[in-house]
């Protein structure tokens, strides 16, 4: 599946998602939208009265001198008002019910789709995920109740004034129907034009986003090249395609005045000229007062809501969404990939490791290298010095490598980029013969597994915690384990495998040995140690480590003391971009930085521990 950028940058004209989204929102509320088209028909009905009152007023009232009958009209005038209003308030009641769960859909879809572009396997977060959630969601949210109160207002207000001026005279009503109808075509001819801009706006800012970003995330790089002028020149660019973009979007504005002159203010010229023609026909002052009511009242501010509602909240409603909807997909399958990836995630246990031997033992080539990386290039950062360059490293099963460097070497990063957790710009990861970037995630589990220097442990029964990666271990099995990596003390402290754990009440070593032992009972052929022993006393990480060497599996370990490339049969110095692998002795006659790194961390005991041989 493409990435988040790449599809965002496909996205052209509006996809007919945006209608069917909206309709699908709608149709899950129904009764919800009922009880707003209801309200708005009693909202509309001071509109559908007005002129007709105002009319009578006049004509019945005060024309004829009758005083009394002309307030007495205005006053039932006055209550339909009322009525009105209450109807109004219960309409954005009724639209909350629709607009409200339309967000938190919109919410969760971006959510979803943000989770499942970082967690899978080879995938990077999107850092336009953010905006898109806490922008574009919240401006769906709001353009979309804006769109149902203008719209539902021009419905009912319109019909209502329509219906009126037709009671008081079918020609009234052709005479004001025409421009208002000429009007709404020209703003409904200009909304494909407007869409367009609008959506260039929006992408300028996404772009705009991710510019930024990207140059945020190198920024000590581009101070040490001197490319300050250059990158700011080109985030520059991307400032001013945006604001080129608003304006003409502002631009875009003056068709909506041009439509609402022709539907809202040209009726009433038009009424004002016919009026001496409307009276030669035997219309009456009260009619047409009362048909400049609809017009004023009535037609005219609720086309003035629609066009300005559309042409504005409309078109950033339409874009937005189509947005969110091409860059969030709502995949079947990817959901039940996810769930089928947590699913292995907790399913490894030794049934699932039977099954997983089963499964792809057509898929591993035979005899393939337990680990194998090819020109592997990683960057932190567009902009940024490469943390690794064409490395490549070739690991037999039952290996035991250490890995050493100074500080910001690339270290940890090769840890990830072997477990799956980064995925490299340039080469490639294999397990076992298996891509790791085609690898689903509960496969990945089952082929490797990390323990990071911040051991995570869960208040629970301590068999739990041990158990999590592989919950078909019995006692025996896991009482072997801890005593295996020297943690039966610890056990025995915490009152056995029944034992409570309290992450708090543990010292950050205990708390490394728990995670230690947990993934040692994994069924992972693989085990990476991102110095996961660093808060062990030496003489317990030495127990660790031997008893990892021994498992059945390859061994890598991120040093955290010179001790553990001692221990190790092969060590990868990351030096700079040049990697240099070795023994422990040749790489003290051949590597002046693992010298370096020697002399300044060794903390060995007296005597040399031997290299752990498998028997």
């Known amino acids: 599946m493409s990435a988040p950028g790449e599809r965002a940058g496909r996205a052209g004209a509006a996809s007919p998602g945006v209608g ?105 977060p999107d850092t336009a995920a953010a905006a898109r959630l806490t922008h574009q969601v919240e401006l769906v949210r709001d353009t979309f109740a804006g769109l149902l109160m203008v719209t539902r207002g021009f419905l009912f207000t319109a019909g209502a004034a329509l219906l009126g001026l037709l009671a008081l005279d079918p020609m009234v009503t052709a005479l004001v129907a025409v421009p208002l109808l000429t009007g709404l075509v020209v703003f409904l001819a200009a909304l494909p034009a407007m869409a367009g801009q609008q959506r260039r706006y929006v992408r300028a800012g996404e772009e705009l986003g991710r510019a930024a970003a990207a ?36 631009r875009m504005s003056a068709v909506r005045s041009l439509s609402l002159g022709l539907g809202g203010w040209l009726p009433v010229a038009v009424l004002l000229l016919a009026a001496p023609w409307l009276v030669d026909r035997g219309l009456t002052a009260g009619a047409v007062l009362g048909a400049l009511v609809y017009v004023s009242t009535g037609l005219q501010p609720a086309l003035h809501a629609l066009v300005q509602g559309i042409g504005g909240g409309g078109l950033r409603y339409v874009v937005t969404l189509d947005r969110i909807l091409r860059t969030c997909p709502d995949d079947a399958g990817d959901d039940r990939g996810d769930d ?92 076992g013969g298996v891509p790791v970037a085609d690898a689903p995630p509960e496969a990945l589990a089952r082929l490797r597994v990390l323990v990071p220097q911040e051991a995570y442990v869960f208040t629970g029964p301590l068999a739990d915690n041990l158990r999590y990666l592989r919950p078909g271990a019995d006692d025996a099995t896991v009482t072997a384990a801890l005593d295996a990596l020297g943690a039966g003390p610890l056990a025995a402290r915490l009152g056995g495998l029944a034992g409570e754990v309290t992450p708090a009440a543990l010292s950050a070593g205990e708390r490394q040995l728990i995670a230690a032992v947990r993934a040692y009972l994994s069924p992972a052929p693989l085990v990476l140690l991102d110095e996961a022993t660093c808060h062990l006393d030496p003489a317990t990480e030495a127990t660790v480590e031997d008893a990892f060497a021994r498992r059945p599996g390859t061994l ?60």
């Open 556 to 615: 890598v370990v991120i040093a955290h003391r010179i001790s553990s490339a001692v221990r190790a049969r092969r060590v990868l110095v990351l030096d700079g971009e040049r990697p240099v692998t070795g023994t422990h002795e040749e790489l003290l006659a051949r590597s002046a930085t693992y010298r370096e790194l020697v002399g300044h961390w060794d903390d060995r005991p007296a005597g040399r521990p031997a290299p752990v041989t498998r028997g």
């Open 215 to 250: 140059t945020l995330s190198g920024h000590r790089d581009v101070r040490a090249c001197g490319a300050a002028g250059r990158v700011v020149a080109g985030v520059g660019v991307r400032v001013a395609d945006q604001a080129a973009a608003e304006r003409t979007l502002a």
């Open 340 to 431: 089928a990836g947590a699913a292995g995630r907790h399913d490894t246990g030794d049934d699932a490791a039977g099954r997983h031997d089963a499964n792809n033992a057509s898929a591993r080539p035979v005899g393939a290298p337990a680990v194998l990386a090819r020109g592997l290039t990683f960057r932190y950062g567009v902009a940024a010095r490469p943390v690794l360059r064409d490395a490549t490293l070739a690991l037999s099963d039952g290996q035991h490598l250490a890995v050493v460097g100074a500080s910001g070497a690339g270290k940890s990063t090769l840890a990830a980029l072997l477990s799956g957790l980064l995925a490299p710009q340039a080469g490639t990861v294999r397990l």
């Open 20 to 124: 069917r989204a909206t309709w699908t929102a709608l149709r899950a509320r129904r009764s919800a939208v009922a009880r707003l088209a209801g309200w708005s028909a009693v909202e509309a009905l001071p509109t559908l009265l007005s002129g007709a009152l105002v009319a009578r007023a006049v004509d019945g009232g005060f024309l004829a001198g009758r005083l009394g009958a002309g307030l007495g009209w205005l006053a039932a005038l006055a209550a339909a008002v009322l009525v009105g209003a209450v109807a109004t308030g219960r309409t954005y009641r009724s639209l909350g019910a629709v607009v409200e769960p339309f967000r938190d859909d919109l919410a969760a879809r971006v959510v979803g789709a943000a989770l499942r572009d970082a967690t899978r396997c080879g995938g990077r």
